[in-house]
C-alpha cells in the first residue's frame, strides 16, 4: 500500500507563497491522476487540483491563476505551488489519487493570516 506524506506547510501572510510537496512510498506512475485537496475547519475536503500522468491539469474555481499542480513520476513526487494566498486558502492539505483510492496521510497545515 502506497503511503504518501505532505510537507511544506507553515503560516503566511495573505498574498504570500507556499510551496507544498507530496511524496509517495510506492510509483506514482501509473496512476492516471495525482490530486491535492484540502480540508477547511467545519468544512468537507475538497479536491482543489489534480494532474494526469500526460501533464493535464485541472484546478476548482476558487483556486485557478494562484496554485500550479506538478508531478515527478521519477521521485514519486506531487507539488502544488502556491501564490497569491488568501485567508480563505486556510485549510490542511493532503494530496492523493484522483480520486482517492490510498490511504490518507496526515496532511499538511497551511494557514494564511489575513
Known amino acids: 500500500q502506497v503511503q504518501l506524506v505532505e510537507s511544506g506547510g507553515g503560516l503566511v501572510q495573505a498574498g504570500g507563497s507556499l510551496g507544498l510537496s507530496c511524496v509517495a512510498s510506492g510509483s506514482i506512475s501509473s496512476v492516471f491522476a495525482m490530486g491535492w485537496y484540502r480540508q477547511a475547519p467545519g468544512k468537507q475536503r475538497e479536491l482543489a487540483a489534480y494532474?494526469?500522468?500526460?501533464?493535464?491539469?485541472n484546478y476548482v474555481d476558487s483556486v485557478k491563476g494562484r496554485f500550479t499542480i506538478s508531478r515527478d513520476n521519477v521521485k514519486n513526487t506531487v507539488y502544488l505551488q502556491m501564490n497569491s494566498l488568501k485567508f480563505e486558502d486556510t485549510a490542511v492539505y493532503y494530496c492523493?489519487?484522483?480520486?482517492?483510492?490510498?490511504?490518507w496521510g496526515k496532511g499538511t497545515q497551511v494557514t494564511v493570516s489575513s
Open positions: 492523493n489519487s484522483a480520486p482517492e483510492k490510498f490511504a
Open positions: 494532474v494526469t500522468k500526460g501533464g493535464i491539469t
